[in-house]
């Protein structure tokens, strides 16, 4: 079945650069998303990337993908405490349901 | 208006009691769903309504019971509910098949005592 695999955990300084990974196993996967959940909040769409593309930028969020790898990253350029959150990538299928498979999350946490 | 409004944001229920958790939308979304969330975990689909009519039930408990008067709202009816359901609900919405993403609301943090 679909799986989507994250890293647990990310600590940074506020200024440096986060990349947050990810990795997927459908193959007809056709959207990733990044999505952002803080504390007591519900998921914020973040970005999300369609398979045909490499690379989108939005500000200070880059993501990249991987197709041959089947790899995805998001990177916050100049991170803020204020991204301190869980962030959660997904997939979907336009193959299949369009429902999305989530990962686990990873919980970036941003030392002053 | 961008957003998913749910109602209550908190709620403390016995295991007798009914109660209802409501979510409404304005951005003439046609999907609608279900999430519950547990502490340091991904949300877990529960229900998906399309154009109304639900589309798809994930084995859920029918102690959880949805509903979708019109295409703005969507409920979730409660009833004789667990202290192991005490988790946060989450509504979503997004246009057909959602495949630009989904608009999340706050969620209703939910207690079962």
């Known amino acids: 079945g679909e799986d989507v695999e994250q890293s647990l955990f990310l600590s940074v300084r506020e200024g440096d650069s986060s990349v947050i990974n990810c990795t997927y196993t459908?193959?007809?996967?056709?959207?990733l998303y990044w999505y952002k959940q803080e504390p007591g909040a519900g998921l914020q769409l973040l970005t999300y990337?369609?398979?045909?593309?490499d690379m989108k930028q939005d500000q200070r969020l880059t993501v990249l993908l991987n197709k041959k790898d089947k790899h995805l990253s998001l990177r916050i350029a100049d991170t803020q405490t204020g991204d301190s959150a869980i962030y959660f990538c997904?997939?979907?299928?336009?193959?299949?349901?369009?429902?999305?498979?989530f990962g686990r999350g990873t919980s970036l946490i941003v030392h002053p | 208006d961008t957003e998913v409004t749910q109602t209550p944001k908190h709620l403390v229920m016995g295991m007798t009691n009914k109660k209802s958790l409501k979510c409404e939308q304005h951005?003439?979304?046609?999907?609608m769903y279900w999430y519950k969330q547990k502490a340091k975990k991904p949300p877990e689909l529960m229900f998906v309504?399309?154009?109304?009519?639900?589309?798809i039930n994930e084995s859920v408990p029918s102690r959880f019971s949805p509903e979708c008067p019109n295409s703005s709202l969507l409920n979730l009816h409660l009833h004789a509910l667990q202290p192991e359901d005490s988790a946060l609900y989450l509504c979503?919405?997004?246009?057909?098949?959602?495949?630009?993403?989904?608009?999340f609301g706050s969620g209703t943090r939910l207690t079962v005592v």
């Open positions: 979503a919405s997004s246009s057909r098949q959602g495949l630009g993403g989904y608009t």
């Open positions: 459908d193959s007809s996967s056709t959207y």
């Open positions: 990337i369609f398979s045909n593309m």
């Open positions: 997904a997939e979907s299928d336009t193959g299949g349901s369009y429902i999305p498979t």
């Open positions: 951005m003439g979304h046609r999907a």
């Open positions: 309504y399309s154009y109304e009519k639900l589309s």
